[in-house]
C-alpha cells in the first residue's frame, strides 16, 4: 500500500514532468527568435528604396522574399559596411563621395583589416542597388533596337544568350552572380562571380592596367536567399522565372551610355 509520503511524491513528480511537457510544447510552438539585423541608416551609407512595390514582379519573385531580401540582406549590408567604416573616416568620406567603383576596382588601396569586410558589404551594397533596376514591374519579353542587334551579333540569337547565361548561373558552386558584361574592348560577354564580388572587383594594379574598364550591364543573384522561400532548392525554375521581370530598357540605356 502507497503511504501518505509516497503518494505526495508521486503527485509531486507527475506535476513537473507535465509543467515540463507544457514548456517543451510552447518552445516548439514558438519561434526563434529572428536575429537582429543592425539598422542600416547609422552612417553615411542608407538603404536605397525599392523602385516598385514588394509584390510588383509576382508571380515570379514573390513579396516576402523581396521584402526580405531588401529589407534584411541588403540593409544588413549597408549596416556593416557603415560599422566597417565607422573609424576610418578618410575611406567613408571617399567612397560615400561616389567613388564606390574606384574602391571596388581598387580593393588593395584600402587598409588590409577592414579590406574583406569592405569587399563584403561594399560589394553586396553596390550589387544589390544594380540588381532591383534590373527588374521591372511587366519586365522580360526581348531587347530591341541596337542593344539587340548587339545580342545577336555577339551570341546568334536571344534564345542563344539567355541559354549561356543560365548556364554561367546554374555552374555558381554556393553563393555568387551571373554577369552580362561589356569589356573594355566593347565585346559582350557572359562571366560568374563568387559570393558578392562582381566583374569590376579587383586590384589597384588591374585597376591601372585595364582601361577603358569592364562594365555591368545585367546581374542575377544566385544567393539562396534570393529565391529559396518560393523556389526551395531549384535554382533553375527561379532563374527562368526571373527572365520574365528582366528591365531589358534599363539595361540597354547602360549599354548606349556605356559603350560611347
Not at 249 to 259: G, I, N
Request: glycine share 4%; aromatic share 12%.
Amino acid at each position: 500500500m502507497m503511504t501518505r509520503r509516497q503518494a505526495l511524491k508521486k503527485t509531486a513528480l507527475a506535476t513537473v514532468a507535465c509543467a515540463a511537457a507544457s514548456t517543451l510544447r510552447t518552445a516548439i510552438a514558438q519561434p526563434a527568435p529572428a536575429a537582429t539585423i543592425p539598422a542600416a541608416q547609422t552612417g553615411p551609407f542608407t538603404l536605397p528604396p525599392l523602385p516598385y512595390a514588394y509584390d510588383a514582379l509576382e508571380p515570379h519573385i514573390d513579396a516576402q522574399t523581396m521584402r526580405i531580401h531588401h529589407d534584411k540582406h541588403h540593409a544588413a549590408y549597408v549596416a556593416n559596411l557603415n560599422k566597417a567604416l565607422a573609424d576610418w573616416p578618410e575611406y567613408r568620406t571617399r567612397m560615400y563621395s561616389g567613388y564606390v567603383e574606384q574602391t571596388l576596382r581598387a580593393l588593395d588601396s584600402i587598409p588590409e583589416n577592414i579590406r574583406t569586410a569592405v569587399r563584403n558589404n561594399l560589394g553586396g551594397h553596390y550589387n544589390h542597388s544594380l540588381f532591383w533596376e534590373m527588374m521591372k514591374k511587366d519586365g522580360g519579353g526581348e531587347p530591341k533596337g541596337e542593344f539587340a542587334k548587339a545580342i545577336e551579333t555577339s551570341f546568334g540569337n536571344l534564345a542563344d544568350f539567355k541559354a549561356k547565361f543560365t548556364e554561367a548561373a546554374m555552374k555558381v558552386f554556393g553563393s555568387g552572380w551571373a554577369w552580362f558584361v561589356l569589356t573594355p574592348d566593347k565585346k559582350l560577354t557572359i562571366v560568374s562571380r563568387p559570393n558578392q564580388d562582381s566583374p569590376i572587383t579587383g586590384t589597384l594594379e588591374e585597376a591601372r592596367i585595364e582601361h577603358p574598364r569592364t562594365q555591368i550591364l545585367l546581374g542575377l543573384d544566385v544567393w539562396e536567399h534570393a529565391y529559396y522561400l518560393k523556389y526551395q532548392n531549384k535554382r533553375a525554375d527561379y532563374i527562368a522565372a526571373w527572365w520574365n521581370v528582366v528591365n531589358w530598357d534599363f539595361v540597354a540605356e547602360r549599354y548606349a551610355k556605356l559603350k560611347s
